[in-house]
């Protein structure tokens, strides 16, 4: 009987082990940001994209707002820092590397159109 048993556990321990896969997950290439950002058509939208910031962030919701007619108004200058771009909120707090917002983290190609536009003024272009 405890022989059986002890199979038993090995058999079931073995298909446990057996059935784990690991899907390595290689890391997208950071494309460079280069000539001026847009914050209409480059930076608004990662915002809105898929509600990763606008599900929460809307009008009644958790401030700021970030959906399409009062994300400018509401990032600057509250969130944005024109003398030090990379202490910016708006770019450390969802950050890929600096992330305190741990719901919705930017990705690195996010994060560097988002620090590029702050560099260059934070402009409602």
């Known amino acids: 009987m405890k022989k059986r048993l002890i199979f038993l556990i090995t ?33 608004a939208p990662i915002f809105s994209t898929g509600g990763k910031c606008t599900s929460c962030h809307k009008p009644g919701g958790q401030s700021p707002d970030f959906t399409a007619g009062a994300a400018y108004t509401s990032i600057v200058p509250a969130l944005v820092n024109t ?6 909120m708006i770019y450390t707090f969802p950050g890929p590397t600096t992330a305190t917002h741990t ?7 996010e994060a560097a159109i988002i620090l590029q536009w702050i560099t260059q003024g934070a402009k409602n272009n």
Not at 22 to 30: G, N, Q, R, S, T
Not at 103 to 109: E, I, M, N, T
């Open 11 to 43: 058999v079931l321990l073995s298909l446990f082990v057996a059935g784990c896969k690991y899907d390595f997950i290689l890391p997208v290439p950071e494309v460079p940001v280069t000539g001026d950002v847009s914050f209409a058509t480059q930076v």
């Open 83 to 88: 003398g030090t771009p990379a202490q910016s």
């Open 103 to 109: 719901w919705k983290k930017l990705s690195a190609g």
